[in-house]
């Protein structure tokens, strides 16, 4: 079914102590909504993460895992540990998974298939570079990051999947897509996803914006029909710029 979703992408930021401080303003500021709310700590602090907001409706997501089941992986973490500890929703194909840890659409289309086959939901990310979008290349370009990760799935995958469409150009750099590009883009990919598996398939999967959503842009961003809700980053980090976010939906 589609869903209402604001997922907070915390990167490489919070420490155990800043983590719970976050989770604690986060739960008491919470506010009554039908959206689903997630959070995304970093890997150390997940399990205490999960512990922390055991009473409470948001949820705890991972930023990444491997393909692999186990084994010579050093540094890594499998599907199994995150299931686990209570994990059940990863976010896959983030544009600086891309950029700094060379995935490529192959792993990544491993990675969404390893997830599904453990019966977790994948946050999907993708989106286009600036250069991509100047030449008017970016709607090939996100066509192929989807075909080259997805489209090889079965039918019955998809209500496992979540999208969110990045524009690599908004991401932290506080310049944000117009809610007409969102809404553009996003009728885009719900046509390409319907032309690839079906019509109630792509009216059903939800797909998130990001890029510099902020309390003061979310409420516009998330009008758009086809915006389901919203990857937040930066914001993510200030409980009363989140919990606003949340409210904009
Ligand atoms: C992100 O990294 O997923 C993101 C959307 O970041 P920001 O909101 O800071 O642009």
Redesign the pocket.
Known sequence: MRNKIVAG?W?MNKDLTGTEALLEELSAKLPDTNAKVMVSPTFVNLANAVQKLKDSKIEVIAQNMHFAENGAYTGEISANMLLNIGINTVIIG???RRAYFGETDEILSKKVKAALANNMQVMF?FGEELEDRKSGNHFNLVESQLKNALFDLDLAAWPNIIL?Y?PVW?????E?ASPEQAQEMHAFIRKTIAEAFDTDIAENVSILY?????PGNAEEIFSKPDVDG???????LVADDFIAIVKAI
Request: hydrophobic share 25%.
């Open positions: 992408n990167k983030h544009s600086e990310c969110a990045e908004a991401i932290g750099t506080g944000t990001g890029g510099s959503v902020k919203g990857l937040i980053g930066g914001a993510s």
